[in-house]
């Protein structure tokens, strides 16, 4: 067997019934499921370095106008390919896609990466339940149900089993609840013995977290865990500079002393690492600057409203940190999760003919014209 046994699980799990959309098509209820959740699911089961997808052809099939929109038609064929150990798995799927716009390349765009969404699930959908797979059967006896017809505990997972994965991103134990996965996650996180080692087994689950803060999954999940984070990480940091203390007294600083650190670190003033010989880049959060940008048009197909998304190269990676917000642009739901997808961000970009860092320096002048331009790096045209 190619895959861990956390994977067969996963892949074994039946589908919620909460992620099942339906849409009426020529009188015909259609049920599906979303480009986004199956991908998202695709990168929670096989990890986000363990699988890709090629779109091997496509074909515009019809194009006109209807009013003042254009109209557009596709089918695609998409390839995805899945590494487990030594096997990489190939599976592919056809799809089809209909686009409408305002301009022949808005709606051309649209209809393309709908039927290479569609594709991509078709071909996801042959590994199991979590990508669809229960929708083909009409009695859908791989959907799980709520209880008695009323909705999920808050506690029940709404994407399947989760796994916690080590500091390495090997899966490990699977859980129904999200309960019991907040609380193993919080031992691995207490037993760590070190600050890297804390920090990459936060950053191996942290998509999950934020799944679960997403689907409100009990209240306060992921503040609450990112403050037991703080706390890990505050007393490691205070065990390592007072290792010499005295054993009787280790009981009593773990208790006290993360409590202590933090009356300390507001007392003390803060140091602009910026201006540092060797500097730290500044990181600026604005939430009225991610709400501007994510109200303008996405920069690949026009649409909107849309996300505000980091461009991942524009600073040093920091651990659990993103890049600052003055470095964020408008991405359309599709093509931010595609984004997120790839693993060269500069040549997703320069394959759309496409420099980011420009229009992120103007959309933070619009919102932020009293701050300094921010130093901007290389583009990605160059």
């Not at 934020?210 to 306060?220: D, I």
Request: glycine residues 8%; contains cysteine.
């Amino acid at each position: 067997m190619a895959f861990t046994e956390v994977q067969v699980k996963c892949l074994e799990a039946k589908l919620s019934a909460k992620r099942i959309k339906t849409r009426q098509a020529n009188g015909i209820t259609l049920a599906y499921v979303e480009g986004w959740h199956v991908i998202a699911e695709a990168n929670r089961i096989f990890g986000y370095d363990a699988w890709d997808r090629r779109t091997r052809s496509n074909n515009c099939v019809w194009t006109g106008t209807k009013g003042e929109f254009y109209h557009a038609a596709y089918t695609a064929k998409v390839r995805v390919s899945v590494r487990a150990g030594d096997t990489t798995i190939v599976r592919e799927g056809s799809g089809t896609g209909e686009g409408k716009a305002l301009t022949p390349g808005q709606a051309h765009e649209l209809a393309l990466k709908a039927a290479e969404t569609d594709a991509t699930k078709r071909a996801l959908a042959t590994f199991g339940n979590p990508f669809g797979l229960a929708l083909y059967d009409h009695e859908q006896a791989g959907v799980r149900r709520a209880r008695n017809g009323k909705a999920s505990s808050m506690k029940e997972s709404a994407t399947g089993p989760l796994v916690l994965r080590s500091a390495t991103g090997t899966p490990g134990a699977t859980f129904e609840k999200a309960h019991d996965f907040v609380e193993a996650l919080r031992k691995a996180m207490s037993d760590a013995q070190d600050i890297e080692l804390l920090y990459a087994i936060w950053e191996q689950n942290v998509e999950t977290v934020r799944a679960l803060h997403r689907h409100r999954q009990g209240p306060g999940i992921a503040p609450k865990l990112v403050a037991h984070l703080k706390d890990c990480a505050i007393a490691l940091v205070n065990g390592a500079s007072n290792a010499s203390g005295a054993e009787s007294d280790e009981s009593h600083d773990r208790k006290f002393k993360p409590r202590l650190a933090r009356a300390s670190q507001s007392a003390r003033p803060k140091i602009d690492k910026s201006v540092l010989t060797i500097s730290e880049p500044k990181r600026h959060r604005s939430k009225e600057h991610l709400r501007f940008v994510a109200q303008q048009p996405c920069l690949v197909c026009g649409r909107s409203p849309a996300h505000a998304h980091h461009i991942r190269f524009a600073q040093s990676k920091g651990l659990g940190l993103k890049v600052s917000d003055e470095f964020t642009v408008p991405l359309c739901a599709i093509h931010h999760s595609e984004n997120h997808t790839t693993g060269d961000e500069r040549r997703w970009w320069q394959e759309r003919k496409i420099d980011p860092l420009p229009v992120a320096l103007r959309l933070w002048q619009d919102t932020c014209s009293a701050a300094p331009a921010p130093n901007m790096p290389g583009s990605t045209s160059g």
